[in-house]
């Protein structure tokens, strides 16, 4: 039910200290989205400025197309999931839970209506009138949530909700989480998290934050096919993209790279003539990478330094190549033996990426 | 009208019209002055927050303004103004006159003493206890008792003490502890060991502790490598050096004394009255109460401590003195410094049990007392307030260190 | 400690315990002789010492027998015999049963006290003879009918322990008692109660701010309360009572209610500051989402999280004010006397009564008695303010 629009929103801390600058970014009733960057990058402040705890520096933040700069978080009509579950300790689950509809002089019948409801999706009934000490960090979790579900706001905001719980039970709030959205298909989301999991499964979009900037919006498909960096391509997907230097020596609807390493890139990235010659990394995911036949056209040679068997897949790692010490490869099935071997591999044309100073040339 | 019902008044105005006020000049500012609401709700709510904080300390700011601020001041001119001249701006006169009073004097040579004698005491004596009692199983309880003078007044201690020293004529029986005690001597040889003796032992001990607290303040000044510490340092070191370097002489000037003197065996002795000596007994009641403070500081401070570092140490071959002295001693060194100056300050403000026991006579004075008899018995405000500058001016660099230590702390 | 670790000595925990059982001891003994004086009559405090009442007590007394009259001579084989009991006779005892003393030695002149033995029949010259028994029956025998005092008789003998609470009756509950406690028990708690919550509610506000707002100066200002922690009171006392004079306050309960408030309120405001910025960010942040302002942020939120805290201070201010002399004397204390407290009280029966232990000693248990009770019941938050106030 509600809009977002950021427009060239920064933060400076003491007049001095740049943490966020012109963010721009518009959100649509029903999304979820996904603040994901590296630690300290600035995604709890770009939170909390959404909610008001946080003074705006500069720009503008308007919510269904009133700018909300100077409103108090409590006229925002937003609910926020704290990391820390941030409850009332001296409250039960039932005060916690209406405290705010109180403070709004909401009517009796209102608010026992709105948490029976929330109680109700959160499986919470049977813990309402126990204090927060008394429950698990899973119940716990779900309190915070049903505290911002009984408010019905326009604009629910999670930092890093699940960091906190174990992994099972990351797993399984997740679901929750995702199920949740689902049942309430207008309502908007922001979420920020530090696990790509999270992010590649929730997200309607995601904005990675780097460089005091946004470094790419979009959906988490988007984000991984199509870097629009190599700051996002290396951010997103685990182990990181490799990328090796070259140089493009076939320009058009594909581009052929040559490698500093030796090999032959070919990429289904379309180039122009005057591209010839441009100094340039190839980007490609461990996964995407395949062993060859000797004689058959490759990327890259390298001598598998160490593997490591996860399983379903194992992953090699690679001496340096070119000026890069830190190729990965992963390949379904289990490989112990290669290591040692010196092996040859490629790539799908479709799968390869290229970047010039740090840009894909594929949003020229 | 009947105080208690007063009392219940003022309780009921106090709290509730300091609730009211909050409550109203949050509504007031909230909904009159800069309502959040209209045109400008959003430049209004900036403001209002801008103002709330003064709201919320107005009143604390008034009290301690008014209270303890401005008295400060207050205090200063009066210092130096005569009330029987109406109040006459006479400069230094005051100070001068209360340096040419002998009372003065005493009054500061016996606070210096106080200084010296009842902060080592009691935060040694704490050290101990809490030492003792974390070894125990029965240790709480140990810590109970000697934490509870903390909860009796200044005046209940005198009286209580007052009883340990009281004194019969000869002849009769003693209801005074120490007096009983003190006949139980007669100069045979357990009155030796214990009179002469033990003294001699337990000074030349302090002696030896102060000696080597003298090497460790001058030794980094005396140093000849580049290493010396700074200028400020450095005097603070070479001043907390020779302070140290008395101590060691009075130590064994003491021991000397307990050796040579002769005691008046058998006959009781009214121990408030004999001059010198009765400063020590007064100091003993203020020891007695803040000993509790010391060791509960303290000992929180000991558990404080790492374990494994204790457990490093037996390891690496420490014995239990050498793991006290290098391994807990350091770590809890800063905690021994509030102590300390914790209860200096209770030093310098010590008033009652002073007022109560001896008022003063018999060489007793103390400079709060000092002050109270000039203030309130000789009404000479000049002097009684520049009596009181003193105390504040001993009490500046405390003030000054602490000031420091917080604002160290918020960064 | 040493418990668990290989080689540790067990002589050791013996020094410990001992050391520590004399350390108790010497901390207990002053006011255990306060708190059994008190409950001992004038005369058992002056003849004896305070430890010696816990024991059976030799004690040398100068009893007489009943006096002779009509009633109590009787005539036997024509030798005319008084009996009875010595402690009844001198009313020490209400009757033959309730006599606990044990006499081990008696005599008949002052020089000679321990002449006879219980039991014993000692010659009074005149045909007359006295037989006293060890629980102080005797019989007084005589060839003509006594007359005159009863006989006196020197006894030795062992009283049991003894204790009353007459001096507590006389101190708090005798209306006629200039010197009671009672009515400055009621103005000490006059004077303690609002003098302990009104600086909480202040400083807690104060906190409050300074924890959780942001203003400028908010350092500047913190830094002053810590200065002002330390600022001794002495400095404040003549400068106030001049200002209370002259705003027309006086002398009187409403100013050394102003006067603890001032006093207090530096130490309130840091141990309250320095527990409010210990609570969690987010639950603060939390409630402003939720719509609470700043107001209903302190009192639905900080208030009763800082319960801990605003008990231990309460404790300190309580013990202060319940304790203090000199601001008593000084703001409340008028030439009437009507309004003085407990502790002045004592300090004016130390100068007038310096002798009278038993009217002393009660008095002084009488004001020790409620920090006591406090303190045992409320030691841990004590403890915990204690720690906060002052360890860096
Ligand atoms: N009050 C402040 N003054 C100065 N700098 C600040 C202040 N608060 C935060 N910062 C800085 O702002 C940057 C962004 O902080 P923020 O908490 O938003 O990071 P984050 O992306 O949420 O990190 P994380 O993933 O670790 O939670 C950090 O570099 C931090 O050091
Ligand atoms: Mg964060």
Partial sequence: MATLKLTDVAKTYGGTIDVLKNINLDIKTGELIVFVGPSGCGKSTLLRMIAGLEKISGGELQIDGRVVNDIPPAQRGIAMVFQSYALYPHMTVRDNMTFALKLAKKSKAEIDAAVAKAARILQLEPYLDRLPKALSGGQRQRVAIGRSIVRDPKVYLFDEPLSNLDAALRVATRIEIAQLKESMPDSTMIYVTHDQVEAMTLASRIVVLANKGIAQVGTPLELYERPQNEFVAQFIGSPAMNLLAGEIVETGAQTTVKLAGGGTAVAAVPTRDSDRGLQVNVGVRPEDLSAVEDGAPYIFEGTVNITEALGEVTLLYFDRIGDNDAVIGKLPGIHQGLRGQTVRMTAQSDKVQIFHNGQSLHYR | ?411 | MDDGMAGGKSSLTWVVNISVVLLVALWLFPTAGLFISSFRTADQISSSGWWASMFPQEQNQTLRTARPGEDNIAEVNGVYQIDGNLFVAEGQAADIDAVQATISAWGTGSLNIDEYAPGDTADLGDGEQITVQANGDYVWTSPEPQSGRGQRVFTTAKTPPEFTLDNYRNVLFNPNNREGMAKAFFNTLTVTIPATIIPILIAAFAAYALAWMDFPGRALLIAAVVGLLVVPLQLALIPLLRLHNEIGIGKGYLGVWLAHTGFGLPLAIYLLRNYMVGLPRDIIENARVDGATDFQIFVKIILPLSYPALASFAIFQFLWTWNDLLVALVFLIDSSGDTTVMTKQIVELLGTRGGNWEILATSAFVSIAVPLLVFFSLQRFLVRGLLAGSVK
Avoid: H
């Fill in chain 2, 1 to 411: 009208m009947n105080p208690a019902l007063l009392g219940l008044v003022t309780i009921v105005i106090g709290v509730g019209g300091c609730l009211a006020y909050f409550y109203f000049s949050n509504i007031l500012l909230d909904k009159v002055i800069f309502p959040g609401t209209g045109p400008n709700a959003g430049r209004n709510i900036n403001r209002a927050e801008k103002v709330r904080p003064w709201l919320f300390l107005a009143p604390a700011i008034l009290a301690l303004g008014l209270y303890l601020a401005y008295p400060v001041f207050a205090t200063i001119w009066l210092s130096l103004t005569d009330r029987s001249q109406g109040n006459a701006f006479v400069g230094l006169a005051n100070y001068r006159q209360m340096g040419l009073d002998p009372k003065f004097w005493e009054a500061l040579r016996n606070n210096m003493l106080w200084l010296i004698v009842v902060p080592a005491a009691s935060t040694a004596f704490g050290l101990l206890a809490a030492q003792l009692t974390d070894r125990i199983r029965w240790g709480s309880f140990a810590k109970s008792i000697i934490f509870m003078p903390m909860a009796i007044s200044f005046v209940g201690a005198a009286v209580i003490f007052k009883l340990v020293y009281d004194a019969r004529p000869e002849g009769t029986n003693q209801i005074g502890i120490l007096n009983a005690i003190w006949l139980q001597f007669d100069g045979a040889i357990w009155s030796v060991v214990i009179l002469r003796i033990l003294p001699v032992v337990i000074l030349l001990a302090i002696a030896t502790l102060c000696a080597f607290l003298v090497w460790v303040f001058a030794r980094p000044v005396l140093r000849p490598d580049q290493s010396r510490p700074g200028l400020i340092n450095s005097i603070v070191r070479i001043s907390a050096a020779v302070v140290t370097a008395v101590l060691v002489l009075a130590c064994l000037l003491g021991a000397l004394n307990a050796v040579t003197g002769t005691y008046p065996y058998g006959v009781p002795q009214q121990w408030l009255t004999i001059p010198v000596w009765n400063s020590f007994f007064l100091m003993i009641v203020l020891i007695w109460i803040q000993t509790g403070f010391a060791m509960v500081i303290l000992s929180a401070a000991l558990r404080g401590i790492p374990e494994e570092t204790i457990e490093a140490a037996i390891i690496d071959g420490a014995n239990p003195l050498q793991i006290f002295f290098s391994i807990k001693m350091p770590q809890i060194s800063s905690t021994i410094v509030v102590v300390w100056t914790t209860i200096t300050i209770v030093v310098l403000k010590v008033f009652d049990i002073v007022y109560a026991m001896t008022n003063g006579q018999w060489q007793t004075q103390v400079l709060a007392n000092y002050m109270y008899d000039k203030l309130f018995r000789a009404n000479d405000w000049g002097v009684g307030s520049a009596a009181a500058m003193v105390i504040m001016l001993l009490v500046t660099p405390i003030l000054v260190w602490n000031v420091y230590n917080a604002r160290k702390e918020m960064r």
